[in-house]
């Protein structure tokens, strides 16, 4: 199936460039297990890589010009700009996702006396929380890489897909995405301290069950939904909370202190704001020793838990979300379910035993249809590498 993915690229390449490629690269989307709205919080998140992604072909120029070719945006063309041309292309444009990364790595102290060739082609539905817009960071990041031989660590290509995204997007997220695509490896989950940057792989065993990711199909854009209010909201919780207790992020505190200290915040709504940060943090640490310890039904309960956190206090679900969700917990075979990502449409996930996908997808999909008006997508999750390159000649 890859092979094809990269042959008919390779065709597009000559196509748009005429010219041949002379790299392949792949960069994952993400799923998040459990840890949601934590990142930018300073908690604990449980990310994977999964096998859908973006798919890039790549090839150096002698002149100072990029050009950048997508399958999944061809009404834009073929984007053309020199490389140190820090301007916006225009609003909604991909193109500025690649050119994010390269003012990123830039700061870092890059220099590019030259351009590159860029035709990529993503499986990624757009806007389903998956993560396309940080896939597309990390392939640039690795492009570049790659095609200037630079002596960079993969933190700092995951920081600056981070910085892409909050400084030159305009989205203030945090830095979970990017870590899950840098850093994810077949059948781990990444478990990460997002304060300290200090992660550990924890190996994802299943057994008789398997992760459905369920799509609402409704699209979202992050800066144009209300995730940065939300980002807002927690930072206005830490500025009340530091009247007396000294901490930078809501994730330094537990349930406990919270609750002692909860009266410190001025408003209501931020105050359930920062119940669902702390409280999301407890159920990823208590996660991770379920996983490791095989206890499934539990690790279940605590996606439920989830989800009804995100739904009462964070408020980020809605009836696409809910209704997924909400049916899916009550089919047979289901552990647990949850929204996953940013919320405000995009995806949800179900654990459920292998012998009731078929049934998981009939009943959920017929509810959500009569509920919502439309189809429904579901995929059952694989977790894969992180982003990476791809050898010419193994794929042909």
């Known amino acids: 199936m890859e092979s094809k993915i990269y042959r008919e690229l390779e065709r597009e390449f000559q196509s748009k460039f005429d010219s041949q490629p002379s790299d392949f690269f792949f960069s994952p989307g993400r799923i998040n297990l459990i840890g949601e709205h ?13 096998t859908i992604g973006t798919y ?5 120029r002698h002149d100072r010009f990029v050009k950048l070719y997508s399958k999944n ?3 834009e063309g073929v984007i053309t700009f020199d490389i140190n041309d820090e301007n916006h292309l225009q609003k909604g444009s991909w193109g500025n996702f690649v050119k994010g990364v390269l003012q990123s790595l830039r700061l870092y102290g890059n220099k590019f006396d030259h351009g590159f060739e860029l035709a990529i082609v993503g499986n990624i539905p757009n806007g389903s929380g998956l993560s396309s817009s940080s896939s597309l960071e990390l392939l640039a990041g690795i492009v570049v890489k790659k095609l200037y031989d630079l002596k960079i660590p993969r933190l700092q290509l995951v920081a600056s897909g981070q910085k892409a995204e909050n400084d030159y997007i305009g989205v203030n997220t945090g830095i979970m995405d990017q870590f899950a695509i840098g850093y994810g490896e077949k059948n781990q989950a990444i478990y990460l301290d997002t304060n300290t940057m200090i992660y550990e792989l924890v ?3 299943m057994r008789d069950n398997v992760v459905v990711i369920m799509n609402t199909n409704k699209k979202r854009e992050l800066s144009d939904s209300k995730y940065n209010e939300r980002v807002r909201e927690t930072q206005e919780a830490v500025f009340d909370l530091q009247k007396e207790l000294r901490i930078n992020f809501l994730g330094e505190i537990d349930s406990k202190t919270f609750e002692k200290s909860k009266h410190l915040i001025n408003r209501e709504v931020v105050a359930r704001r920062a119940k669902h940060a702390v409280s999301e943090n407890e159920r990823t640490k208590i996660a991770v020793k379920l996983l490791k310890d095989n206890h499934m039904m539990e690790f279940g309960r605590l996606l439920n838990e989830s989800h009804e956190s995100l739904k009462t206090d964070y408020e980020v679900t809605g009836i696409e979300l809910d209704t997924l969700v909400e049916t899916a917990q009550k089919v047979p075979g289901v552990l647990g379910a949850r929204m996953t990502g940013a919320g405000f449409g995009g995806c949800a996930i179900a654990l459920v035993n292998k012998r009731n996908v078929a049934e998981l997808k009939q009943i959920v999909g017929k509810a959500y249809k009569d509920k919502v008006g439309y189809e429904a997508s579901f995929y059952v999750a694989e977790i894969g590498q992180g982003v990476h390159s791809i050898s010419l000649n193994a794929e042909k």
Do not use: Q, R, W
């Open 203 to 205: 190996p994802v065993e």
């Open 56 to 60: 890039g072909a790549a090839k150096s």
């Open 73 to 75: 945006f061809s009404n």
């Open 38 to 50: 934590t990142d930018y919080n300073g908690g604990h998140v449980l990310p994977a890589a999964i």
